[in-house]
């Protein structure tokens, strides 16, 4: 039995006809930059976050570039971030010309531990206060722990900027006394910056973002910065680029987004199965540690999407055998990620090589993706538990 790692031809199958009207339809308008497809997803992806406006981009990388240029975030400026995340994340930051200053990971949630985060903050405000954006990432579809990231961004006076590219649509729960409150990823910061890149829970055909913020003025900063900062057209008071969402990548996304919430549960459905299985092979776990849901057991939770599980991460010791082991049977299988930021060859010099996150390296060295996308079929779970339980039987 075969098993990729992603396969997309289910959900094209199940759309193909409505994609392809979307598709003549914005062909026949000959409107192709920007416009009503454009406007009218931006719309329902605001409402969809939980934020009042968005802004489609050309690419969540981009969504995060303007971002960080709306909030003039250039030379010799810090921003705290995660070092375990997709490239993208840093690479933003050293485009401006900042410089990264890393918080190593919770290991449970694999996103920013906040309570690092706090005495780094501490120790910015003594040295003159450099850091001037906070940058989680929601890594794998759960929220990072946002309570106290925006607490520690208002006592410190500075801005976040969620990069949910992996997040949309999941929730995660502020408490107060005693209940629940939840907010989806993109409308706990600043602003939230969404990726329709194909693997992506909710992705076009090609490459696509979205911003999405509460705060009107920054939204019309970025919806101009992506179009050259113009101001009215062919007068520019700032330097943008051309980071635009295609119409006819809007018009697919708009197709897409109607099946959104059930991809995402037959997501949980998968998941829920490989706890299952897992469980009952005695792999879980020791030596298979799942993926921790984080928010489910706060009250209400069952009613709430606290992971919409872009990947299923397993850590296994053994992991570079268990990979080969399973790719030689077929079974696709991906490390997210093998190599940390602050161990990237292109960081500049004033970035230090001799830190160390032990969380973050350890994760790189144990995390296995894999397959969950909707359309996966029971046996094919099946199979992939069984595979990994037939390594362990041969000794791992
Ligand atoms: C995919 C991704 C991005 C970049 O999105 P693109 O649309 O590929 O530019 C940024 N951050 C994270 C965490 C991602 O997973």
Redesign the pocket.
Known sequence: MKVPLLDLQPQLEQLRPRILAAFTRVLDSTGYILGPEVSGLEERIAAYCGASFGVGLS??????LAALMALDIGHDDLVLTTPY??F??MGVVLRQGALPVFVDIDPDSFNMDAEQAASILAADRKNGRKIKAILP?H?YGQCADMQKITALAAEFDIPVVE?A??AIGAEYPYIQDGKAQWYRAGSMGLCG?F???P??NLGCIG???MLTTSDERFAGLVRSIRNHGAEPKYYHQRVGGNFRLDAIQAAILAVKLDCLDHWHQQRADNAAMYRQLFAAAGLSDDPVVLPKELYADVEGAQEHRHHIY?QFVIRVPERDALRQHLQARQIGCEIYYPLCLHQQECLPAQVSRNQHFNEAEKAAASTLALPIYPGLHKEQIAYVVEEIKNFYRQGG
Request: net charge negative; with cysteine.
């Open positions: 690419s969540g990388t981009d969504a995060l995340s997709f993208a994340t990432v890594l990069d590219a992996q910056c990726s329709f890149f693997s992506k490459d696509g973002g872009n």
